[in-house]
């Protein structure tokens, strides 16, 4: 089981894992869009010409997790972009890139070499289709697989528009005397498992929190 180095910002390096060896779900299969065809003849006039609607072409889904470098990662968020998510009191102030086993993620850290934010990504391996409960399911093990089961989930909603599948997810953390949120976007898209993770939510309310990792989610997609 893979971890991530300071996974918790305030509350010292905790072994933490990012997603769960066991894969339970899926993503579901995107519709083939089919041409439409018609045809029309009246009285006397030769047949009308036969027309088909030009299909729509699918964006091709991705297959493997992308090799990440400093480019690709500020592709998807700036250092900048982030410290408009984060609480500011703790701003992000470097950006590195790591790519252990299996997962890969964009960590940007605060001035103490924590993570505030990142952007982790794994390949997934797990059968399909999935249904909306049991994604909603996964993602809900995958946050309390940071913590080793340490946190509660307080808020776990489904999010159209990000991939096959995503939900956000709010987890409050219990640690060396200290509570903090943690809220995250976790979404599948082909045979990639994605999260943006805000571990430096301050009081920032779950709307606007959903709002700003929705659109991490969206970007980080739109990059696969």
Do not use: W
């Amino acid at each position: 089981m893979q971890t991530i180095r300071g996974f918790v910002p305030r509350t010292g390096v905790l072994p933490v894992a990012l997603f769960l060896a066991a894969c339970i779900i899926a993503a579901g299969a995107l519709a083939a869009c089919g041409a439409a065809t018609t045809t029309g003849t009246s009285g006397n006039p030769p047949p009308a010409t036969a027309t088909t609607a030009p299909t729509a072409t699918a964006r091709a889904k991705p297959t493997s997790v992308p090799p990440l470098t400093q480019a690709f990662c500020q592709g998807i968020l700036s250092v900048a972009q982030v410290n408009q998510i984060v609480d500011p009191s703790d701003p992000a102030v470097t950006l590195a890139v790591t790519s252990p086993p299996d997962i890969v993620t964009c960590e940007y850290q605060n001035a103490q070499g924590l993570n505030d934010f990142i952007i982790a990504f794994q390949a997934y391996t797990g059968p399909y289709p999935v249904s909306a409960s049991q994604f909603s399911a996964y993602a809900a093990q995958i946050v309390n697989g940071f913590t080793q089961g340490g946190g509660t989930v307080t808020t776990n909603t489904l999010v159209n528009g990000v991939g096959d599948h995503a939900a956000f997810l709010a987890e409050s953390i219990t640690a060396q005397g200290a509570t903090i949120k943690v809220d995250s976007l976790i979404a599948l898209d082909g045979k990639v498992v994605i999260a943006c993770a805000n571990y430096s939510v301050g009081s920032s309310p779950d709307a606007t929190q959903l709002s700003d990792l929705t659109r991490c989610g969206q970007r980080t997609v739109s990059q696969l």
